[in-house]
């Protein structure tokens, strides 16, 4: 029984040992359960098979004791069972022998899923190779056996397989309304040009956030772009989404049309604006940031078209360059105003995609750099993956049905029909 010390006070000061109880009855509680789940399993199977007889009458499929005792790695620790084994006689056509195997506690499994899922959330979420040990040792103890950092690096070659049969599903059924799309670069070691990976997040009709293309390309280009939406069209994704988000420097605003030709276009803001300062003296960005915010925060498109206007005869004189940069992309700014007001938080930005890869950035920060294009691009793959799950839904995601179906809207507000 696992033991740790406590400090409990014993008159004179003594320092008692106190067995940790709560842990152990709940390991054994675990145990139990276990065991009950896979005689179960057991009784069910001979249930199913067990009027299989050979020409001699015997019982082909019988219980026969139970396998040699097993050690699984559990959150709990350390739980001992003993499975029950059964012999098959049974052949397949083939000649070969059939075998029972248990879906509830397979042969190869060592750990549970809790554990298996902590080893990729360290080294996903900074922890170095070297800190491995003393990581894991703080975590689950330290008699935890396979659970070196050597670990890694098979689950490593785990996530590539993963990644290339994701890459490869069947997006025959899926319908999206927005997409957010972005390109990252990353240091890739032994490599000449930085990695740039391309990455679509999507928004189905029913609001949820979906990661839907993780591709590696040269640079943003426009070619690098349309070989990524052709290999989503080829996949099923035959109707392309109602509006697309991102950013001004990238090739996918040349590649949409070529491919998905209805999609309409969002600019992010936050970009433009970065864009914009970056033209102007810092002792006149706060005063320019300022305007900037009164045009995309307009309740109105009218609004915002008059706090364009302003904002150009403002600094057109002086700051040429930066009025220029603004007023190039003045109908992809504005676009969100045709759509529902509820979603333009959400689609007046690449928020989406920069939030996920704050992670990234962290991970590539703390391993200086990502190695090669396989691992970047199955780091990516993953840590895009994980925080999908904390992604929630859009709001008022029942007006994603009306604009799917291109339900006119104006200054954010449906229109009547």
């Keep these: 029984m696992k033991k740790i010390k406590l400090l409990k006070s014993a008159g004179q000061g003594q320092i008692e ?8 009855l709940c390991r054994r509680g675990a145990r139990k359960m276990l065991a009950t789940a896979l005689e179960a399993e057991v009784e069910a199977y001979l249930e199913q098979h067990g009027k299989v007889r050979d020409e001699k009458g015997r019982r082909q499929v019988v219980r026969n004791g139970y396998l040699p005792e097993r050690t699984i790695q559990t959150g709990l620790g350390e739980i001992e069972i ?26 190869y499994l060592r750990k549970t899923r809790q554990m298996e899922e902590l080893i990729p ?5 900074g922890i170095s190779s070297g800190d491995f040990t003393e990581a894991l ?44 799309v972005d390109g990252v670069y990353f240091n890739v070691r032994l490599e000449e040009d930085r990695s740039c990976i391309l990455v679509v997040i999507g928004a189905t009709k029913d609001g949820k956030k979906e990661l839907v293309a993780v591709q590696d390309g040269y ?26 988000i991102g950013d001004g420097a990238l090739g996918f605003w040349k590649a949409l049309p070529q491919v998905y030709g209805k999609c309409r276009v969002q600019r992010c803001w936050l970009h433009k ?9 810092k002792g ?10 009164d045009i995309w925060m307009a309740e109105s498109k009218s609004g915002a078209e008059k706090a364009f206007d302003h904002f150009l005869k403002t600094y057109s004189a002086k700051y040429p360059k930066a009025t220029e940069c603004l007023a190039k992309d003045r109908e992809a700014l504005l676009a969100f105003y045709d759509f529902p ?13 920069e939030s996920a890869f704050a992670t990234v950035r962290l991970r590539t920060y703390k391993t200086k750099g990502c190695g090669t294009r396989i691992a970047t691009l199955t780091m990516v793959f993953k840590l895009v993956q994980s925080a999908e799950k904390r992604w929630r839904r859009l709001d008022s995601h029942f007006l994603l049905m009306d604009v799917y179906n291109e339900v006119k809207f104006e200054d954010g507000l449906k229109m009547a029909a």
């Design 137 to 180: 040792c703080a975590l689950v103890g330290p008699n935890a056996r396979g659970l070196s950092a050597n670990t890694v690096t098979r689950l490593k070659n785990v996530w590539a397989q993963e990644w290339q049969g994701w890459n490869r599903r069947s997006l025959a059924n899926k319908e999206y309304v927005y997409f957010w």
């Design 82 to 107: 003993r499975q029950p084994r059964i012999e098959d006689g049974r052949r397949t056509p083939n000649g070969e022998r059939m075998r029972f195997s248990s879906k509830i506690l397979p042969p």
């Design 341 to 353: 007001a509820e979603h333009w938080k959400h689609i007046r930005t690449t928020n989406p995609v």
């Design 273 to 281: 604006t970065v864009n914009v300062l970056n033209y102007l003296p």
């Design 219 to 244: 640079r943003e280009s426009e070619q690098s772009w349309k070989e990524l939406l052709l290999d989503l069209k080829i996949r099923g994704l035959k109707n392309g989404p109602k509006l697309a």
């Design 284 to 293: 006149a960005q706060a005063n320019a940031k300022a305007k900037l915010h």
């Design 17 to 24: 040992e106190v067995e940790d109880v709560i842990t152990e």
């Design 121 to 125: 959330w360290l080294y996903l979420k």
